[in-house]
């Protein structure tokens, strides 16, 4: 069985290929709060999430992920991956994600750092 962290990236992943609304407020509790950087203001809610996601989304195709759970315990994921834009750059990825007991995320703030483009 894939633990709670597997599920929730692979969901994100599914999500961010879609970029369909109802996939991404699923991944999220009513009152998440969303980090595009460990400095940013939070998106807080799911409303808010979603909105935002839409509002700077990747197009499906435009990219690939390659990721793997660094550490997981309990709530606590820590998620390491590579964002691969063909046309543009790489970045590297950090992601700290909180889960609810139900596999929502309540908590989610993403480090990235562009790399040379490689392909």
């Not at 203001?41 to 195709?61: M, Q, S, T």
Request: charged share 30%; no cysteine; proline share 6%.
């Amino acid at each position: 069985m894939a633990s709670k962290g597997t599920e929730w990236v692979a969901g994100y992943v599914a999500a961010w290929q879609s970029n369909d609304p109802a996939e991404i407020g699923a991944l999220f509790t009513d009152d998440a709060r969303y980090l595009t950087s460990p400095d940013s203001e939070p998106r807080i809610g799911r409303d808010a999430i979603v909105a935002g996601w839409l509002e700077d989304l990747d197009e499906p195709g435009s990219w690939a992920f390659d990721w793997h759970i660094v550490h997981e315990h309990d709530d606590f994921v820590v998620v390491q991956g590579r964002t691969d834009y063909p046309t543009e750059r790489d970045y590297l990825n950090l992601w700290i994600i909180r889960l609810a007991d139900d596999g929502r995320a309540t908590e989610y703030t993403e480090w990235y750092m562009p790399r040379p483009h490689e392909g």
